[in-house]
């Protein structure tokens, strides 16, 4: 029996990190002994430009019971089967990353090798036909995926737009209604243990002291204990990732509320448009170094497809993360442990991997080392998987209209991207390690879409009968097409709210 029990769990900022944690807490830590508080402080505000998310949010949601529906109703969301890329490898050009899979597996084949050999021949088409959240996007059409595995609309997936504020307050509600006790206030000191270098307490601006046995940092970019207390170092993917600016702006409704995010290219970013069902959220992320503040705020405003309802909101950023995410009785999660840009909407996910692995790794108050470099170092192959997945796309371009994307092109990437790339360059193979993000669909349509062509294909392929392929395609392609016709239009699904 375990005989030191973590008894006080304290979260430290709230926002969409914040109360992630302390509604996974509620729902699984409370068992009538253990006390989990949240503090936070009205006073400081949270960076809430997030807004769209990728399908393992549906299973974080279903964990903590939340009702589909009633989530959508209450964050203003809407549904996203991808992201479209516009403008990354020419500068003219489009594609488009799809949640979900390109057509059906064969014999144990990707099916992806199986439409590389076979492209050539008359009726095959672009491998995006074979995607029904692909198609369906290109339509502006959604459903939720069908439970039988012979549909077409099987291999659909999608994740969620919302307002990331809404979404926060969402989950707050559900928190203190399960016991999670909030405490208002602003945190102006830390104290740690003289013996362990655990972090005893906090110290409130009005006096008052928070105690506890596990510390979880949600304090944003500060990284109020992980960081500034524990003096866990930052380790910089900024040679990588050299975007360190944003501009955020919100918009008008709008009228065709598209099923996925767009990310445009710019000479020295990128920019994100983000239908949701009460407003447009919108962005410019990019490089100070090749890019003045005040022509990216022109940029943005110049590109906007509906009218700005506020004012523009400048951020800063450091692509990275922290050399480890648990140090003590300290875990960080979301901004206080680390942050790579917002291109394939993968901070959301970092949170909820934390959260999940903490639980899997729960402490005693010996805070065993065992059970926290584990985690550490699965973090960290979370971490570092996600930006390979996302350098990919600034290295693997054709563009040199600007010293940005040319620097880009020539840049030295990550050895394990660098053998990923050179594998699929070869004959098309991706292979995923332990639990990483991003599946196979994914890498091929990122690396197809930003012009990386396969040599050839495995020969394994060569063993199918080439003819009865050829006349299957065309017959799976056209299946896909007429499934997703007959959805509903998404725009149709969230209606404009009528006037008063």
């Avoid at 940029?299 to 993360?321: N, Q, W, Y």
């Avoid at 206080?336 to 959260?355: R, W």
Wanted: overall charge negative; proline content about 5%.
């Amino acid at each position: 029996m375990n005989q030191l029990p973590v008894r006080h769990v304290v979260i430290v900022g709230g926002g969409t990190a914040g109360w992630m944690m302390g509604a996974a807490a509620a729902r699984f830590l409370l068992d009538g002994e253990r006390s989990i508080t949240l503090v936070e402080s009205d006073e400081i505000g949270t960076i809430g430009v997030g807004e769209a998310t990728i399908p393992p949010v549906l299973g974080f949601n279903r964990m903590l019971g939340i009702d589909e529906d009633e989530f959508i109703r209450a964050t203003n969301g809407t549904y996203k089967l991808g992201i479209e890329f516009v403008g990354w490898r020419t500068g003219a050009d489009r594609y488009f990353h799809p949640f979900g899979t390109h057509g059906r597996s064969i014999e144990g084949l990707n099916f992806h090798q199986i439409w590389l050999k076979l492209q050539a021949r008359g009726g095959v088409g672009d491998l995006g036909g074979y995607s029904p959240s692909t198609v369906a996007a290109a339509l502006g059409r959604f459903a939720r995926p069908s439970g039988d595995p012979a549909s077409s609309l099987s291999g659909l997936s999608y994740a969620y737009h919302f307002d990331a504020g809404l979404y926060a307050a969402f989950l707050r509600r559900r928190a203190e209604a399960s016991g999670v006790e909030r405490v208002e206030g602003r945190v102006v000191g830390v104290d740690r243990d003289a013996g362990t270098g655990h972090v005893a307490r906090l110290r409130l601006e009005d006096g008052r002291q928070v105690e506890g046995d596990l510390f979880v940092d949600c304090s944003g970019f500060r990284s109020l204990l992980l960081g500034e207390t524990m003096q866990v170092p930052f380790e910089s993917y900024a040679k990588w990732l050299r975007c360190d600016r944003a501009i955020a702006v919100p918009s008008a409704r709008a009228a065709s509320l598209p099923p996925f995010t767009r990310s445009t290219a710019h000479r020295a970013g990128w920019q994100w448009r983000i239908p949701l069902q009460h407003r447009t959220g919108n962005g410019i992320v990019y490089a100070s170094d090749y890019f003045d503040d005040d022509e990216a705020e022109r940029l943005l405003l110049g590109r906007l497809e509906e009218s700005p309802i506020a004012a523009p909101r400048r951020l800063s950023f450091a692509a990275g993360r922290r050399a480890r995410l648990w140090e003590g009785n300290v875990v960080a999660l979301g901004l206080a442990g680390g942050f790579l840009e917002p291109l394939e909407s993968t901070s959301i996910h970092l949170i909820q991997e934390g959260i999940s692995k903490l639980f899997a790794l729960f402490p005693d108050r010996r805070f065993s080392a065992v059970e926290r470099d584990q985690y550490n170092s699965l973090m960290g192959d979370a971490y570092e998987s996600i930006r390979d997945f996302i350098i990919l796309h600034y290295h693997a371009t054709e563009r040199s209209d600007s010293p940005f994307w040319s620097d880009m092109a020539s840049m030295a990437v990550p050895d394990t991207l660098a053998a990923k790339i050179a594998l699929f360059r070869e004959k098309g193979r991706i292979f995923r390690y332990d639990d990483e993000l991003f599946s196979i669909p994914s890498w091929v349509a990122v690396m197809l879409g930003q012009g990386i062509v396969p040599q050839g294909y495995d020969p394994v392929v060569d063993a199918l009968d080439e003819d009865r392929l050829a006349t299957a395609l065309p017959h799976l392609r056209e299946a896909v097409r007429r499934a997703v016709v007959g959805l509903p239009a998404h725009a149709d699904i969230f209606p404009p709210p009528t006037a008063a």
